[in-house]
Nanobody, 121 residues
C-alpha cells in the first residue's frame, strides 16, 4: 500500500511564503514523476508544478518565478516553496506521483489527501 501525505499548508498574508512537503511511504521500488496540483472552490484541479526523477521541472505561467518544486529521491519526498503568494493562490494543494510498487508491472498514479492554503489580502 502506497500513501502520499502532504503537510505545510496554512493561512498567510498576500506577499508571504509557505513551504509544502509531501512524503511517499509504503512498498515503493521507484518514483518517477512527482507533482503538485491545486483546486480552488468551484474550479477544476490544475497543475502547479512537476518534477521528473532527473529534476526537470515544469510550471504554468501563473506560478512561474514564484513557486519552486524540489525532491529528495532518497527520502521519497517532494516539496513546493511558494513565495509572493496571492489571494488567487488560495486552494487545496494535492501531491501526485507515479510510483512503482512490488507486484505491479506498471507505475501507479497516486494522490495525497490535500492540504489547504489560504492567502488573505
Amino acid at each position: 500500500q502506497v500513501q502520499l501525505v502532504e503537510s505545510g499548508g496554512g493561512l498567510v498574508q498576500a506577499g508571504g511564503s509557505l513551504r509544502l512537503s509531501c512524503v511517499a511511504s509504503g512498498s515503493i521500488i521507484s518514483i518517477n514523476y512527482m507533482g503538485w496540483y491545486r483546486q480552488a472552490p468551484g474550479k477544476q484541479r490544475e497543475l502547479v508544478a512537476t518534477i521528473s526523477r532527473g529534476a526537470n521541472t515544469n510550471y504554468p505561467d501563473s506560478v512561474k518565478g514564484r513557486f519552486t518544486i524540489s525532491r529528495d529521491n532518497a527520502k521519497n519526498t517532494v516539496s513546493l516553496q511558494m513565495n509572493s503568494l496571492e489571494p488567487e493562490d488560495t486552494a487545496v494543494y494535492y501531491c501526485n506521483a507515479d510510483i512503482y510498487s512490488p507486484g505491479l508491472s506498471y507505475y501507479g498514479n497516486y494522490w495525497g489527501q490535500g492540504t489547504q492554503v489560504t492567502v488573505s489580502s
